[in-house]
């Protein structure tokens, strides 16, 4: 696993808006706090009250290279950032390089401010689970399909067949950058945040 350390300046200020029932939020990293607006509503968190982030890797049908940033803080608050902006149905921006410049400040800062924070990366124990035995049944299932039904259904079997074979490579670089792990604050793994220049 490759990690970085982040560089010394990186951007304080991001802008996003995950899905068609939220509204555009900007999230700025002011001093000690983290500080989120939208639409004539401010909320502010301070950075030495966030004890755990979770930054990962995941995918949808209609955002391939999408990635999060969940942070938690004293009282239940619960943060969500990604990288994609929602622009309409099935509609998304990449934004990327912002994303990743503000994640690794949001890092620094917490390095600083947030000592006894944990750093996780990709998805938890519990959902891994669930989501292997989820994409194994459906497999099985298919194959079964495929076996018994492909005399009557050939072409249907054929194109079956071939996206269970094409699922195989895609499950197993999900699952590789999904694995539940830790990291250290200035070690993020680079397989949890866009590549540089994406």
């Known amino acids: 696993m490759n990690s970085q350390p982040p560089p010394r300046t990186a951007a304080t200020s991001y802008e996003n808006r995950l899905t068609l029932f939220e509204k555009v939020r900007t999230f700025t990293i002011d001093r000690a706090r ?13 950075l030495s009250d966030i004890f755990d982030v979770r930054c990962r890797y995941y995918p949808t049908r209609f955002q391939l290279n999408r990635f999060e940033c ?4 004293k009282g239940g608050i619960k943060i969500k950032i990604g990288n994609q902006f929602y622009l309409g149905v099935a509609d998304f921006e990449d934004r990327s390089p912002d994303y990743r410049k503000f994640v690794v400040a949001l890092h620094v800062a917490l390095a ?6 944990t750093y996780h990366s990709g998805i938890t124990k519990t959902s891994l689970y669930l989501i292997a035995t989820f994409l194994i049944g459906s497999m099985l299932t298919l194959a079964f399909l495929i076996l018994f039904l492909g005399a009557s259904l050939p072409g249907f079997a054929v194109v079956k067949l ?4 094409l699922m195989i490579p895609i499950s197993i670089k999900w699952f590789y950058k999904n ?15 866009p590549p540089k220049g994406s």
């Open 112 to 117: 600083k401010l947030s000592p006894n924070c």
């Open 70 to 73: 969940l942070l938690q803080a």
């Open 179 to 193: 694995k539940p792990r830790r990291y250290r604050v200035h070690a993020i793994p680079t397989d949890i945040l």
């Open 162 to 165: 071939i996206i269970l074979i």
């Open 34 to 46: 983290i500080r989120i607006a939208e639409e004539g509503r401010t909320t502010e968190v301070l």
